[in-house]
């Protein structure tokens, strides 16, 4: 069973461009999250699909949005790139909801500069 | 809101034990532990739900205190893979403490 795929792997920007960040989920998995992880902050919560609707939100700037196709997969985007969203972006699927385990994928290394 | 975990740091030598404890300011109906070792992602280890029910780890035990609001993480007789840093996670949005970065030393 294929586990949680994000592409790519490394991203290098340019501060005021934009990014979008993909996740595929586990095949089967209905919900998808995306974190941003940083030295000292451990593990933001930025939002959580599910069956393409927009289930939840963390406490992040509307430059940060999301989208769930019907297959599941899951695209981030951050427009305008500030320094500070340099980080390592991770997304997590799950069956179902939150009773259940979630698997991380190897995430995607942005960059900004 | 954010679990808040304790201790942020701890180092052991092989063989000896370590309890890393999560608490919340809001009620919990179940709590996730997680492990990241360096550069890799974050690996599941236990759900505990309210109740008493758990799914996981078999070589690791945790508590849930659902009236303290507060779970803790129990590894005996670590070995030197248990190094990383563990994560406890609240709430329906999964939202995740700050980690406790744990060192096992041979």
């Known amino acids: 069973k294929a586990g949680v795929t994000q592409t790519p792997r490394y991203l290098i920007k340019t501060r005021g461009q934009q990014v979008t960040l993909s996740c595929s989920p586990i095949?089967?998995?209905?919900?998808v999250s995306w974190y941003q992880q940083t030295p000292g902050q451990g593990l933001q919560f930025l939002f959580e699909?599910?069956?393409?609707?927009?289930?939840n939100k963390g406490n992040f700037p509307g430059r940060f949005s999301g989208r769930q196709f019907s297959n599941s997969r899951s695209e981030m985007n951050v427009s305008t790139l500030e320094l500070g969203d340099s980080a390592l972006y991770l997304c997590?699927?799950?069956?179902?909801?939150?009773?259940?385990?979630?698997?991380f994928g190897q995430g995607t290394r942005l960059t900004v500069v | 809101q954010q679990p808040v975990q304790s201790p942020q740091a701890v180092i052991l030598r092989e063989g000896e034990d370590a309890v890393i404890n999560c608490s919340s300011s809001k009620a919990l109906y179940s709590v996730h532990w997680y492990r990241q070792k360096h550069g890799e992602a974050p690996v599941f280890l236990m759900i505990?739900?309210?109740?008493?029910e758990q799914k996981g780890h078999e070589k690791i035990s945790a508590s849930f205190n659902e009236k303290k609001q507060q779970s803790s993480l129990y590894l005996t007789a670590s070995q030197l893979s248990y190094s990383g840093t563990y994560f406890c996670?609240?709430?329906?949005?999964?939202?995740f403490g700050k980690g406790t970065k744990l060192s096992v030393k041979p």
């Open positions: 997590a699927s799950s069956s179902q909801d939150m009773n259940t385990e979630a698997f």
């Open positions: 996670g609240t709430g329906r949005n999964l939202i």
């Open positions: 095949s089967g998995h209905r919900s």
């Open positions: 505990l739900l309210k109740g008493g």
């Open positions: 699909y599910f069956s393409e609707t927009q289930r």
